[in-house]
């Protein structure tokens, strides 16, 4: 019976991170608005084209008298005219009015198929005068459409297709929690009852969480560099990370350096203790009382609230899932390699 689930929740795990490999890849991104070109308008008519990323929001053969687009300025709406439509582009007509409240312009872009683009700063007017729109020039308010999508990822202004290293990079850290988590609760054992077979777990288990959270650098430092321009910014939540692992590599170096000596299960397992609590002060308390980039940290929003929708909820929570489960798998065959070194060097 033990067998035969083991090799349920193992085989259950890879075909999660199977499903969240196909999936995550191959899902498309839903239309976003990037640019606006020229973004630099003076007072008179000219012609501007808004162009998007993700899937189509129009076909070809739709029509532009389908689409509608209006500019913003302050909580005025400036009116324009759509003069032709592709897959990925609008190419609207507008006359700029000589006032306007603000001389930053946004641009809504009312599709029958993807509901309501948005592009905030698209345009800027650097001779308008400040004041009202004229009468003449100001639209009304389009109805919003209610978009039909189908399963696809979220768009977000910056982050764009790197949304999808949601699936890898948090899960890891979440996996990396959870065995790490194991490993404290072992070392709190082994200081209990002094028995090595704790003591080989807390190994295994930080051993393990080591790889995850190298993972875990190594994914947040490539959607660092494509969301904040930089491999490495000063982040609390990526200092803390970093500090983590030098933590947990301390681990492994006490351990190496002690070599046969009797205290080393004792003295580890202290230190263990003291790097499970490091790892929450570090990744779960400070970063939410400073200043951070991250998701959900010093007020800004976290995933869960603004864009994690039903078609990324689908796969983020089996990747999770699955993750966590190839980090147990991974922690059980290194407490076993732990064990069957510790039997033949006792022979």
């Known amino acids: 019976m033990k067998g035969g689930w083991n090799w349920f929740w193992k085989g259950g795990s890879i075909l999660l991170l199977a499903y969240v490999i196909v999936r995550g890849f191959s899902t498309p991104l839903q239309p976003g608005l990037v640019s606006a ?3 630099q308008l003076t007072i008179a008519g000219q012609s501007v084209i808004l162009t998007a990323v993700g899937q189509p929001f129009a076909e070809t053969e739709d029509l532009p008298e389908a689409f509608e687009v209006v500019l913003r300025s302050g909580d005025q709406l400036i009116q324009t005219e759509v003069l032709e439509v592709s897959p990925h582009s609008v190419k609207i007509s507008v006359n700029i009015p000589p006032s306007m409240p603000s001389r930053a312009l946004d641009a809504y872009l009312f599709t029958p198929a993807s509901g309501t683009l948005f592009l905030g700063n698209a345009c800027f007017v650097e001779e308008a005068a ?21 399963f696809s990822f979220p768009y977000q202004p910056n982050i764009m297709e790197s949304i999808r290293n949601l699936l890898w990079h948090v899960p890891m850290w979440f996996a990396m929690f959870f065995i790490m988590g194991l490993g404290f609760v072992a070392s709190l054992a082994q200081l209990r009852t002094d028995s090595i077979q704790w003591d080989m777990r807390a190994e295994a288990a930080v051993k393990t969480g080591l790889v995850f959270g190298l993972l875990g650098l190594a994914t947040g430092s490539l959607w660092a560099r494509w969301t904040w321009g930089a491999w490495w910014v000063s982040d609390p939540q990526l200092n803390g990370a ?7 590599s301390g681990y492994l170096i006490l351990r190496a350096a002690m070599g046969d000596d009797d205290r ?3 003295l ?3 230190y263990n203790v003291f790097a499970f609590v490091m790892l929450v002060i570090l990744l779960m308390v400070l970063p939410r009382y400073t200043e951070s ?12 609230s603004y864009d994690l929708d039903n078609s990324l909820r689908a796969v983020f929570y089996p990747a999770v899932i699955g993750w966590g489960a190839l ?5 059980t065959l290194r407490l076993r390699m732990n064990r069957c070194t510790h039997h033949l060097l006792s022979r």
Do not use: Q
């Open 327 to 331: 980090c147990y798998w991974m922690y």
């Open 37 to 39: 070109t020229p973004s």
């Open 264 to 266: 080393v299960g004792r």
């Open 242 to 248: 970093l500090v983590t692992v030098l933590l947990y």
């Open 130 to 150: 400040k004041g009202d729109v004229p009468p003449a020039f100001i639209a009304g308010a389009p109805l919003p459409k209610a978009p039909e999508l189908g």
């Open 268 to 270: 580890a397992a202290v």
């Open 293 to 304: 980039l991250h998701p959900g940290k010093d007020g800004n929003p976290g995933f869960n």
